[in-house]
Protein backbone atom coordinates (compact mmCIF):
# COMPACT_ATOMS: atom_id res chain seq x y z
CA UNK A 1 0.00 0.00 0.00
CA UNK A 2 2.76 2.21 0.43
CA UNK A 3 4.26 1.84 -2.76
CA UNK A 4 0.43 2.81 -4.58
CA UNK A 5 0.83 5.66 -2.03
CA UNK A 6 4.18 6.52 -3.07
CA UNK A 7 3.04 6.63 -6.66
CA UNK A 8 -0.17 8.56 -6.49
CA UNK A 9 2.11 11.19 -4.68
CA UNK A 10 4.52 11.25 -7.20
CA UNK A 11 2.06 11.44 -10.37
CA UNK A 12 0.61 14.10 -8.40
CA UNK A 13 3.58 16.39 -9.02
CA UNK A 14 3.55 15.90 -13.02
CA UNK A 15 -0.06 17.74 -14.19
CA UNK A 16 -0.22 18.51 -17.55
CA UNK A 17 -1.10 22.69 -17.70
CA UNK A 18 -5.38 23.40 -17.69
CA UNK A 19 -4.67 24.99 -21.48
CA UNK A 20 -3.51 20.65 -22.56
CA UNK A 21 -7.10 19.32 -22.60
CA UNK A 22 -8.87 22.34 -24.30
CA UNK A 23 -5.83 22.05 -27.16
CA UNK A 24 -6.68 18.66 -27.17
CA UNK A 25 -10.46 18.81 -28.28
CA UNK A 26 -9.28 21.27 -30.51
CA UNK A 27 -7.05 19.18 -32.19
CA UNK A 28 -9.61 16.27 -31.73
CA UNK A 29 -12.19 17.61 -34.08
CA UNK A 30 -9.16 19.08 -36.84
CA UNK A 31 -8.43 15.43 -36.85
CA UNK A 32 -12.08 14.33 -37.20
CA UNK A 33 -13.10 16.81 -39.99
CA UNK A 34 -9.47 16.90 -41.58
CA UNK A 35 -9.35 12.96 -42.23
CA UNK A 36 -12.61 12.78 -43.57
CA UNK A 37 -10.96 14.92 -46.66
CA UNK A 38 -8.98 11.63 -47.59
CA UNK A 39 -12.08 9.95 -48.53
CA UNK A 40 -13.60 10.57 -51.43
CA UNK A 41 -17.06 9.99 -52.62
CA UNK A 42 -16.93 8.35 -55.74
CA UNK A 43 -20.86 8.39 -56.03
CA UNK A 44 -23.39 8.63 -52.90
CA UNK A 45 -23.00 5.12 -51.52
CA UNK A 46 -19.63 4.57 -52.22
CA UNK A 47 -16.00 6.50 -50.99
CA UNK A 48 -12.42 5.61 -51.77
CA UNK A 49 -9.46 6.64 -50.03
CA UNK A 50 -7.29 9.27 -51.81
CA UNK A 51 -8.52 7.73 -55.06
CA UNK A 52 -7.72 4.06 -54.18
CA UNK A 53 -10.50 1.80 -53.24
CA UNK A 54 -10.76 0.45 -49.80
CA UNK A 55 -10.16 -3.10 -48.82
CA UNK A 56 -13.19 -5.83 -49.40
CA UNK A 57 -15.40 -3.99 -46.79
CA UNK A 58 -17.00 -4.96 -43.77
CA UNK A 59 -15.60 -8.18 -42.32
CA UNK A 60 -18.87 -8.67 -40.25
CA UNK A 61 -21.00 -8.38 -43.34
CA UNK A 62 -18.97 -10.32 -45.99
CA UNK A 63 -19.36 -13.39 -43.34
CA UNK A 64 -23.17 -12.81 -41.52
CA UNK A 65 -24.48 -10.55 -44.50
CA UNK A 66 -25.45 -8.39 -42.00
CA UNK A 67 -24.26 -4.74 -41.34
CA UNK A 68 -22.31 -4.56 -38.20
CA UNK A 69 -22.95 -1.47 -35.66
CA UNK A 70 -20.26 0.44 -36.94
CA UNK A 71 -21.64 -0.18 -41.12
CA UNK A 72 -21.41 3.26 -43.04
CA UNK A 73 -20.12 4.86 -39.99
CA UNK A 74 -16.95 6.39 -42.83
CA UNK A 75 -19.50 7.43 -45.43
CA UNK A 76 -21.57 9.18 -42.51
CA UNK A 77 -18.83 11.19 -41.70
CA UNK A 78 -17.76 11.98 -45.09
CA UNK A 79 -21.14 12.96 -46.27
CA UNK A 80 -21.69 14.85 -43.02
CA UNK A 81 -18.13 16.52 -43.33
CA UNK A 82 -19.90 17.66 -47.16
CA UNK A 83 -22.82 19.76 -45.93
CA UNK A 84 -24.87 16.46 -46.44
CA UNK A 85 -26.09 15.81 -42.52
CA UNK A 86 -28.86 13.88 -43.43
CA UNK A 87 -27.03 11.81 -46.02
CA UNK A 88 -24.66 10.68 -43.17
CA UNK A 89 -27.72 10.31 -40.89
CA UNK A 90 -28.61 7.82 -42.82
CA UNK A 91 -25.27 6.06 -43.45
CA UNK A 92 -24.87 5.43 -39.55
CA UNK A 93 -27.43 7.73 -37.12
CA UNK A 94 -24.51 6.76 -34.50
CA UNK A 95 -21.42 8.12 -37.14
CA UNK A 96 -23.28 11.35 -37.66
CA UNK A 97 -23.82 11.75 -33.75
CA UNK A 98 -20.41 10.99 -32.61
CA UNK A 99 -18.56 13.13 -35.50
CA UNK A 100 -20.97 16.28 -34.22
CA UNK A 101 -20.22 15.54 -30.46
CA UNK A 102 -16.56 15.48 -31.40
CA UNK A 103 -17.16 18.75 -33.72
CA UNK A 104 -18.95 20.88 -30.68
CA UNK A 105 -16.11 19.51 -28.23
CA UNK A 106 -13.42 20.98 -30.66
CA UNK A 107 -15.22 24.37 -30.72
CA UNK A 108 -15.79 23.79 -26.64
CA UNK A 109 -12.23 24.01 -26.39
CA UNK A 110 -11.54 26.40 -29.01
CA UNK A 111 -13.49 28.82 -26.89
CA UNK A 112 -11.47 27.97 -23.84
CA UNK A 113 -8.44 28.31 -25.06
CA UNK A 114 -9.48 32.08 -26.36
CA UNK A 115 -11.05 33.09 -23.77
CA UNK A 116 -8.44 31.52 -21.24
CA UNK A 117 -10.98 30.02 -18.95
CA UNK A 118 -10.76 26.30 -18.85
CA UNK A 119 -13.56 25.76 -17.39
CA UNK A 120 -15.87 27.94 -19.61
CA UNK A 121 -19.29 26.06 -20.77
CA UNK A 122 -18.25 22.92 -17.89
CA UNK A 123 -20.34 19.93 -18.41
CA UNK A 124 -20.87 17.73 -15.16
CA UNK A 125 -19.43 14.74 -15.73
CA UNK A 126 -22.81 12.84 -14.86
CA UNK A 127 -24.33 14.41 -18.35
CA UNK A 128 -21.52 13.26 -20.06
CA UNK A 129 -21.41 9.79 -18.70
CA UNK A 130 -24.99 9.84 -19.85
CA UNK A 131 -24.87 11.06 -23.10
CA UNK A 132 -22.42 8.49 -23.78
CA UNK A 133 -24.27 5.66 -22.26
CA UNK A 134 -27.42 6.95 -24.66
CA UNK A 135 -24.62 7.21 -27.91
CA UNK A 136 -24.04 3.25 -26.82
CA UNK A 137 -27.65 2.18 -25.96
CA UNK A 138 -29.82 4.48 -28.27
CA UNK A 139 -28.36 5.16 -31.67
CA UNK A 140 -25.51 2.93 -31.66
CA UNK A 141 -27.21 -0.58 -30.89
CA UNK A 142 -30.60 -0.13 -30.67
CA UNK A 143 -31.03 1.40 -34.13
CA UNK A 144 -28.48 -1.51 -35.03
CA UNK A 145 -30.51 -4.32 -34.07
CA UNK A 146 -33.45 -2.14 -35.31
CA UNK A 147 -31.83 -2.39 -38.54
CA UNK A 148 -31.48 -6.21 -38.32
CA UNK A 149 -35.34 -6.86 -37.22
CA UNK A 150 -36.46 -4.53 -40.03
CA UNK A 151 -33.70 -5.63 -42.88
CA UNK A 152 -33.28 -2.02 -43.76
CA UNK A 153 -29.46 -1.26 -44.35
CA UNK A 154 -29.02 1.74 -45.87
CA UNK A 155 -25.67 0.27 -47.07
CA UNK A 156 -24.87 -0.66 -51.16
CA UNK A 157 -25.08 -4.54 -51.13
CA UNK A 158 -21.08 -6.10 -51.38
CA UNK A 159 -20.24 -7.51 -54.53
Given amino acids: MDRLAELTRRAARYRFPAWTWSLTL???AIGAVGSTFFFVPIDPDHVTFMGWPQGPGCGFMELTGLPCPSCGMTRSWVQT?????????????????????????????????????HRALRLPPTLLAAWAIFWLLVPYSLLWLLRLALGWNALPEMG
Fill in 26 to 28: VLM
Fill in 81 to 117: TRGHPLTGFGFNPAGALLFWWIVVAGILGGVRLITRN
